[in-house]
């Protein structure tokens, strides 16, 4: 046998690697509505195929599956427990854009400090993406303006962001739960 290949190591084969998904909101159990809570549960229950990490104020109250870990805290805080460049894609349905601060609820007069706390949110989502990486932000016709206004601010670019009209044929959850227009806006690092 030639000395090259007699002291050469066998290669390791590097294990496949599941994508990472962060879901923003809707994980923690809620008790208004708790097909909404758990959104985040039934997407990795469908897609065993990825690692899921679920943001959110509240916990769960169930368990989740293999394929699932929740981080309880506000988006901020929970994008910044990330490594850069780590994440495939960020889903937001109905909650980047929607929020103040640490998940208050939007008030008509606080348009600053959400478009602030926005822009925080879209800024982090930008480096904790990877490269091609997306994120996707599911709104409603109330907070679309103001994203498409926002957006320009951010890393983001604008010419690399698609914006999708759902509609109820094809469309979410969330198009058949509202009686108003419903918006997909993905962005694309």
């Not at 549960?41 to 870990?69: E, W």
């Not at 904790?128 to 409603?140: A, H, P, Q, R």
């Amino acid at each position: 046998m030639p000395i090259a290949l007699k002291n050469k190591k066998p290669e390791k084969k590097a294990a496949a690697k599941k994508p990472v998904v962060i879901n923003l909101g809707h994980v923690g159990y809620s008790p208004k509505n708790t097909s909404q809570a758990t959104h985040a549960i039934k997407i990795a229950t469908r897609f065993p195929g990825i690692r899921l990490v679920g943001v959110d104020l509240k916990s769960a109250k169930r368990p989740v599956p293999k394929n699932m870990v929740q981080t309880q805290a506000d988006f901020v805080k929970g994008l910044e427990q990330r490594r850069n460049h780590s994440v495939d894609r960020i889903v937001s349905n109905m909650a980047v854009g929607h929020y103040i601060l640490s998940g208050s609820p939007f008030l008509s007069n606080s348009c600053k400090t959400r478009k602030n706390y926005t822009i925080k949110i879209l800024d982090l989502a930008f480096k904790k993406l990877k490269k091609d990486g997306k994120m996707v932000i599911t709104v409603g016709d109330t907070v679309l303006a103001d994203m498409l206004q926002w957006i320009p601010e951010s890393p983001f670019s604008i010419n690399k962001m698609k914006l999708v009209k759902m509609s109820k044929k094809r469309g979410s959850h969330w198009v058949k739960t509202y009686d108003r227009p419903v918006y997909r806006i993905i962005l694309k690092k």
